[in-house]
């Protein structure tokens, strides 16, 4: 039996409405012996955007500094396997299988969700492996997110927080960035990326009432570019180190949370390095080098992101800007539930023409048709589109050398990679 199968189980047992609440997790955390609390340097991320990149640029600067990281994220591309990282490498078959089947026999049929039950298994794996630092990404929220159960975390990262989730976290920036800071912990730094006034104030005002000691952007620290050098300066001084290999303007950002975690825990400047130049992060404004899309489009120049919400509608927009003036398409796919409008707004006036397509095996996507009547609505030429090998044909017999950006949607970078990348 493959793990699919143990996977297609337990998302049977998903409860009926998702009720935000760690009672669930709490119980089956009790049930395999507690492996939350002997976990070691746990670094917890939360935030709207970056926080995967952040997390990515932390455990390249460990690893640099010969350090042995596990690394949870989510969600996956085109594996399950890559959420869980263990020291360098995808947790393997094995034992991703013996920690989900033991995580089912506890659970013993109850009700718990997806994501639950997989956290719970994959800070199991992480308990039985040594290592010098355990590094967990947020999946929803913070305060009552199913990673949210380490008493005595090292450090806390919150990255910007924007809009996103609203029907869980709620409508305004003030209840998301609360539901963020949850995560923040008494004894605890908590590096504090720059944010919206309104949510840090917020962070702020939660960061005090829990007493965690908060290293803030803009504050305690501060990052720029300067003659295509990054520059990091904080109270113990100034450094200089390249560029984040990660592209876009927003990855300064994420560069600097980054090096203000790495600089609170006293890393070497071959850390520092190393969180810049060796961090690898698919998805996130990736350039396509192989694969079939890239062999059936020889001159084009193909771009996979995932980012789905308004604010990575800017970054990927701030990005295309800071490129080589090319004709540019782009192939859009997004879920129901995401902000479709808030995310093509800033890309309005970029893409020659945008195409767009369903979301194979993704039945909460939204309509290619409903999507292409949307963008229509904000002025983008649009039309909707059977596939993304259709529409890289349709582009490229238009204009051979083409720059094609397929964005919109995690899930639909994930059926690229996995099926045409």
Known sequence: M??????????SLHPKLIDLTLDRVWHL?????????????????????????TQAMIRAGLEGAGHRVNAYTSPHLARFHERIRMCGQLISEDDLMSVLEECEAANAGEPITYFEITTVAAL??????????????????????????????????ITPVSMDHEQFLGNTIE??????????????????????????????????????TLKIQGRHWHIWEEHGKLIFQDETGLIE?????????????????????????RESDEAMQAAMTQADWPARMQKLTSGPLVTKAKDAEIWLDGGHNPAAGAALRETLDELPKRPTFMIVGMMSTKDARGFLTPLADVPAQVLTVDIPGEDAALSAKSLSDLARGLGIEAAPISSVREAMDQIVSVNPAARVVVCGSLYLAGHILKNHA
């Open 124 to 157: 199991l794996a992480f308990a039985r492996q040594e290592a010098d630092y355990t590094l967990l990404e947020v999946g929803l929220g913070g305060r009552l997110d199913a990673t949210n159960v380490i008493e005595k975390p090292s450090m806390t990262v």
């Open 29 to 53: 955390l009790a049930g395999v012996g507690d492996p939350q609390d002997s976990l070691p340097n746990v670094i917890h991320i939360a935030g709207t955007n970056g926080k995967g990149s």
């Open 241 to 265: 180190v390249p560029m984040p290999v990660l592209r876009g303007p927003h990855q300064l950002q994420n560069a600097g949370t980054a090096l203000a975690c790495l600089r609170l825990i």
């Open 175 to 212: 209840a998301i960035a609360a539901e963020k800071a949850g995560i923040l912990k008494s004894g605890s730094f908590g590096v504090i990326a720059r944010q919206d006034e309104a949510a840090l104030e917020v962070i702020e005002q939660i960061g005090w009432d829990v007493g965690a």
């Open 2 to 11: 493959s793990t699919d199968k143990v996977l297609e189980r337990l998302m």
